[in-house]
């Protein structure tokens, strides 16, 4: 259930059945989505100029946009703009990332801003575990939010199919004589799906008898963490993608070569798979503001961001594109400058930090059921959460706006306090009603961001200062990561991380950038550690190749590519009734 204050809605979109009346009441995210009527997908389109020969409908709501737009004229004239919402460490009590960001947008729409907003698509896995969707929330949402956090265009399926067909052509290959002579124990490609399904973590495969493969040993990932997701995201182009799953690590030989994707032929098939779904998803908030939704990687277990060719699309078609990353600025943020930026050339002009009075509380010590009771003491411990964050992007180089996201709970004396210490520490600040009065809510947090940003006569941000050197080695990469994000006093690798170590530098991979898999609800690699965690060290178990996407994934704590579903999931409340599907938050 949502909490929503109620208040009058100027609407620059789509068409609510009702006056929303000023009293506090409770209505889910469904229930306030069932107030509005969207406009055409073609009307939303036209307002980016998308030529109608780039626009592929998928019913009345939404479309994909084809790549071949970026290669059109476009409307824009002024300085395009790129700004990154992020968010201090996540915690139970929520922080609203993606809610802010949907906000945001729609009060750049009500100030009469071109803006594109570049979202990741939600996955089923936390949908139908713990997490619940990820279109927003309140009055700020993403529509059609059923579709968006079900199956929207088949992006996900069509990347967990090529994912698997890759896995079946290597055990055909093992069945068919093993002409590459692959080793079956040191097979490194693994299965996919959108679910979380702790029991295919690890699986024995080819059981049954000869004729039903060659027995091995494997495993399944969540489709958020596959490689081919990462690379879908990172590819500039079809061309590029090709190149990408062609030099994809899948297993070894047994005089201990790789071998890659290449060898098997399977290139062109998972082309086909992934052809449309390389093509942006189009779609709109409550208020009309274009939206492109677009790959879904998680920044926990994988790199955490949209697609370089949404992003690139929305500046091509707007002067203003807000984009997020995943989770806490230590993981997908950070991944975001060191891998993302890095790899299409980017260099946004700012970064929006979300924090909440409720999750500062619980960062200073505070249990989830007494956030509601003012406590200016526990704001005040947990400050040093958000003046970790607040550092972080600085040491990028880049300005920052702390978004605070607004509760009815929150007192005047707990605000004043996180007001403060942002001007101690040079952030710009900005309140925010997105979530109970949409755009409308966020008009003082757009206006922030503009005079911060990119308003008339300020200049552009200094140029994108990565954390590392692709020339460091491979340990000064995660240490100089581990140090300057999450605080740290220094990395420990396990005996089988330094044994990953030698195979990386034996086989080139040294140069490539490091993606980090880490607990996200702690700076540190211990979930348990929440608010500012000091003198501790990262533990690194393991370091994997993902030549395709062109990054090393880099194991820590316990972390797992495939999670498990809660107690409760959240699917026992998900039904069909009169044709709608409900239960959906």
Known sequence: MSSVRFSKITATGGRFSRSPARLLCMKTDVEIAAEFTPRPITEIASTLGVHEDDLLPYGRDLAKVSLAALGRPSAVTKRRK?????????????????????????????????????????????????????AGGGYSQVMPMDRINLHLTGDFHAITSANNLLASLIDNHLYFGNELQIDPRRIVWRRVMDLNDRSLRNIVLGLGGRIQGTPREGGFDITAASEVMAMLCLASDMDDLRARINRTLVAYDYAGNPIFAESLSATGAMMALLRDAMNPNLVQTFEGTPVLVHGGPFANIAHGCNSIVATKLAMHLAEWTLTEAGFGFDLGAEKFFDIKCRTAGLDPDGVVLVATIRALKMHGGKDKAELANPDAAAVEAGLPNLEKHIESVQKFGKPVVVALNRFASDTEEEIAIVRARCEQLGASFAESDHHGQGGKGAIELAKTVISSFGGEGVPKAAGLRPLYELE?????????????????????????????LKQIEALGFSNLPICIAKAPSSLSDDPALRGRPRDFEVGVRNI??????????????????????????????????????????
């Open 82 to 134: 790129l700004v990154l919402i992020s968010a201090i460490t996540p915690t139970p009590a929520g922080e609203g990332k993606t809610t802010t960001t949907v906000g945001l947008g729609q009060a750049f729409t009500q100030l009469k801003e071109s803006v594109c907003l570049a979202l990741r698509e939600p996955s089923l896995g936390p949908c139908m575990g713990v997490k619940g969707g990820a």
């Open 472 to 500: 460091d080695s491979v340990v000064e990469k995660i240490r100089k990561v581990a140090r300057a994000m999450y605080g740290a006093r220094d990395v420990a690798l396990t005996k089988a991380a330094e044994k990953d």
């Open 544 to 585: 994997v190749i993902n030549s395709g996407a062109g990054f090393l994934v880099v194991l820590t704590g316990d972390i797992m590519r495939m999670p498990g579903l809660p107690r409760v999931p959240l699917a026992h409340a998900i039904d069909v009734v009169d044709g709608k599907i409900v239960g959906m938050e």
